[in-house]
């Protein structure tokens, strides 16, 4: 699973830095899909992976307002501190804990710790897959989604 975190991470971070080669508007740009935006779709998924993580932790929720993040470096900032207490979590052994039941704010449904971490996963991929398309969109090649090929096993997680 640390893999599959660092994986996103790792692409999340290639797409912030492929953004810097758009200007605000683009960013702000409405598009069909994902979280309305190129920006806002980034902020999205670094706020949906950190509340679900917070949701497993039994802390509450964080709410972000996305109208505050209008800038690359806003979101990035934001994305990287969320992954700070993120990386903290798993240093604690949230992974590797047994799993459990978690419930959620925001659902009445109730989830086992394992499926929302795999959710989490696929949550980060499907829009990945969207800023891909966009990126088309724009005449611009998109970052690379493989997973292999990106040294995963030795990359430093736990800073």
């Not at 200007?23 to 992976?49: C, M």
């Not at 989830?111 to 996963?121: R, Y």
């Not at 005449?139 to 690379?144: E, Q, T, Y």
């Amino acid at each position: 699973m640390i893999q599959f975190f660092t994986y996103n991470w790792q692409v999340r971070d290639e797409w912030f830095q492929w953004c810097e080669q758009l200007n605000e508007d683009e960013l702000l740009k409405k598009r069909a899909g994902g979280a309305g935006s190129i920006l806002h779709t980034l902020l999205h998924i670094a706020d949906v992976e950190y509340s679900w993580i917070r949701a497993i932790k039994g802390l509450g929720d964080t709410i972000v307002d996305f109208e505050e993040y209008r800038s690359l470096s806003e979101a990035k900032q934001l994305s990287d501190s969320f992954r700070k207490d993120i990386k903290s979590y798993f240093g604690e052994g949230l992974i590797d804990a047994p799993d459990f039941t978690v419930s959620i704010p925001w659902d009445d449904d109730e989830f086992s710790k394992n499926e929302i971490l795999h959710h989490i996963v696929a949550h980060e991929i499907h829009h990945i897959g969207q800023l891909s398309v966009w990126a088309r969109e724009l005449g611009l090649a998109p970052v690379s989604a493989n997973f292999l090929g990106r040294d995963l096993k030795t990359a430093s997680f736990i800073e």
